[in-house]
């Protein structure tokens, strides 16, 4: 099978925090991306890079936009996945991996609202960053050929930990899976992140961008 055949790099991302060097990783021919939420309010160190996603999308408000950060390539393996032992493959099975620094947690975001910290609830998102996170999206189906679909099931945090959503794929389904999809989709995996994103209005916006 033919390994990273498309660019590489996101445009106007920032290589300040590259981890790849040191990391190494599986190169892969992506067909899938898979969004994180970073359950902080900043860039995180991500241990140096050893739970690195391929890049984090932090919120600019003065600017209303996402500043992006890309840690690994598009088609090498990223390390924000857990992976259990003799199971199936997760960070290396074609999947590019993104952060999008804020909460899916309405507990953490009123906590943050109340303590006059801005920040972002994905799950009520503005309209500007789910834009930001649609233009990648839409470069990756042009780039990567990702197709613009993903899971049904949403749902939010805390049911979406675990399985409690009953969103979780199974290791079958997850081995055929080709589009976009949650941390919490993820086999082997009990986060709950990103919840209950307006994944609708994403493909929508997608979509709208490529025209």
Same mark, same amino acid.
């Given at each position: 099978? =033919?390994?990273?055949?498309? #660019?590489?790099?996101?445009?106007?991302?920032?290589?300040?925090?590259?981890?790849?060097?040191?990391?190494?990783?599986? /190169? &892969?021919?992506?067909?899938?991306?898979?969004?994180?939420?970073?359950?902080? %309010?900043?860039?995180?160190?991500?241990? *140096?890079? =050893?739970?690195?996603?391929?890049?984090? !999308?932090?919120? +600019?408000?003065?600017?209303?936009?996402?500043?992006?950060?890309?840690?690994?390539?598009?088609?090498?393996?990223? %390390?924000?996945?857990?992976?259990?032992?003799?199971?199936?493959?997760?960070?290396?099975?074609?999947?590019?991996?993104?952060?999008?620094?804020?909460?899916?947690?309405?507990?953490?975001?009123?906590?943050?609202?109340?303590?006059?910290?801005?920040?972002?609830?994905?799950? +009520?998102?503005?309209?500007? !960053?789910? %834009?930001?996170?649609?233009?990648?999206? !839409?470069? &990756?189906?042009?780039?990567?050929?990702?197709?613009?679909?993903?899971?049904?099931?949403?749902?939010?945090?805390?049911?979406?930990? /675990?399985? *409690?959503?009953?969103?979780?794929?199974? *290791?079958?389904?997850?081995? /055929?899976?080709?589009?976009?999809?949650?941390? &919490?989709?993820? #086999?082997?995996? +009990?986060?709950? +992140?990103?919840? !209950?994103?307006?994944?609708?209005?994403?493909?929508?916006?997608?979509?709208?961008?490529?025209?």
């Amino acid at each position: 099978m =033919s390994t990273k055949t498309g #660019p590489q790099r996101y445009p106007g991302a920032s290589r300040t925090h590259w981890y790849q060097d040191n990391f190494g990783g599986t /190169a &892969m021919e992506v067909n899938a991306v898979v969004l994180h939420t970073t359950e902080g %309010r900043t860039l995180p160190g991500y241990g *140096g890079g =050893s739970s690195a996603p391929n890049l984090t !999308a932090v919120p +600019d408000f003065g600017a209303q936009k996402l500043k992006w950060y890309q840690h690994f390539d598009i088609e090498t393996s990223s %390390r924000a996945l857990e992976n259990d032992p003799g199971g199936v493959q997760t960070n290396t099975l074609n999947v590019c991996q993104i952060e999008l620094v804020g909460t899916c947690d309405p507990k953490t975001h009123a906590k943050w609202k109340a303590g006059d910290h801005r920040h972002v609830y994905w799950p +009520d998102a503005p309209g500007w !960053a789910l %834009r930001g996170v649609a233009r990648f999206l !839409a470069w &990756m189906h042009e780039e990567h050929d990702v197709p613009l679909r993903g899971p049904e099931l949403w749902p939010a945090y805390p049911k979406s930990y /675990a399985n *409690g959503g009953r969103q979780r794929m199974s *290791g079958a389904r997850w081995n /055929a899976f080709n589009g976009v999809c949650g941390h &919490m989709h993820v #086999p082997e995996n +009990d986060h709950g +992140d990103p919840g !209950a994103i307006d994944f609708a209005s994403l493909v929508k916006y997608a979509k709208e961008h490529l025209g």
